[in-house]
């Protein structure tokens, strides 16, 4: 007996188990980078190439697979965003704070000056390293759905 895997059964799993999996790995990239979300954003990658075989798998033509890649992708960074607003978030108050010194925080000195490198790090956790995970996200499935079209153009194969 030859066994045949088909496809439809992995990708087709229930979003919610596959959502719950995928905050389960971002979380775990989070804390691997201990808060800095490197890992989160090269998992970016994997995610894209993931949502857009489900998309592909699910959805018929081209147009409507690439929609369904896109609101993986803001799904995806907006779950990351939450999670650096909650590890990041605590030190926003501390930037008005008139007697805390940045400088004595461990952080990064980006601009030469404690305050300016404190907003800097926290623009660059919390806003820009969402929007890079989206963007790897994007290039992950694109790049995947680019494959997938060329190799297959009519639609997926069904295991018979």
């Known amino acids: 007996m030859r066994f045949r895997h088909d496809p439809a059964r992995t990708f087709g799993q229930h979003w919610i188990g ?18 800095v979300p490197l890992f989160c954003i090269l998992l970016g990658f994997s995610v894209g190439w993931f949502g857009a075989v489900r998309a ?3 959805i018929p033509g081209h147009v409507g697979v690439m929609k369904r890649s896109l609101r993986y992708a803001l799904l995806t960074s907006l779950v990351t965003l939450v999670i650096m607003v909650a590890i990041w978030g605590r030190l926003v108050p501390l930037m008005f704070h008139p007697v805390i010194d940045p400088g004595n925080m461990g952080l990064p000195l ?5 305050r300016a ?8 956790m919390i806003l820009i390293a969402p929007f890079l995970q989206f963007l790897m996200t994007m290039f992950g ?5 680019l ?6 153009p009519e639609g997926p194969p069904r295991v018979g």
Not at 18 to 35: K, P, Q, S, T
């Open 56 to 58: 592909w798998y699910f």
């Open 147 to 152: 494959f997938i079209f060329n190799r297959w």
């Open 18 to 35: 596959a959502f719950i999996a995928y905050v389960v790995l971002d979380v775990l990239c989070a804390g691997l980078g201990m808060g």
């Open 117 to 124: 490198s404190l907003v800097g790090w926290l623009v660059l």
């Open 110 to 114: 980006l601009l030469y000056e404690p």
């Open 141 to 145: 499935s694109y790049v995947t759905l």
